[in-house]
């Protein structure tokens, strides 16, 4: 199985960037589609960006298009999301999830209800 584990999380200031960063192990991550979603104190977990391993295509929820991109690095076997112009409400913890499954994005809908693999995940605070 593919093991996952994010980094690159921490303190930010309103306005900032942020890379995340997701190593995958075990296996090689091109096997997988991809994705990345959050999760604040009190409220449920949501889809911020997916990537399809068959399709190649992206998909991210209407409110996440302009500040959040989702890439991947095959020949490091990692996945990144790289995040603009933070805000205090961006503050959750974000998780890096893979499945096998689904080659297309589909699996990246519900708060990433068709992930199989899912990373521990990293704090991100937008604080000022």
């Known amino acids: 199985h593919v093991q996952l584990q994010a980094s690159g999380g921490g303190l930010v200031q309103p306005g900032g960037s942020l890379r995340l960063s997701c190593t995958a192990s075990?296996?090689?991550?091109?096997?997988?589609?991809i994705g990345w979603f959050r999760q604040a104190p009190g409220k449920e977990r949501e889809e911020v960006a997916c990537?399809?391993?068959?399709?190649?295509?992206?998909y991210y929820p209407e409110a996440m298009k302009g500040r959040f991109s989702i890439s991947r690095d095959n020949d490091r076997n990692t996945m990144y999301l790289q995040m603009y112009n933070l805000k205090p409400e961006d503050t959750a913890v974000y998780s890096c999830?893979?499945?096998?499954?689904?080659?297309?994005?589909?699996?990246?809908?519900?708060?990433?209800?068709?992930?199989?693999?899912w990373g521990k995940g990293t704090l991100v605070t937008v604080s000022s």
């Open positions: 075990g296996t090689a991550l091109d096997d997988y589609s």
């Open positions: 990537i399809g391993k068959t399709d190649s295509s992206t």
């Open positions: 999830a893979a499945t096998s499954f689904y080659g297309t994005v589909a699996g990246c809908y519900s708060g990433g209800y068709g992930m199989d693999y």
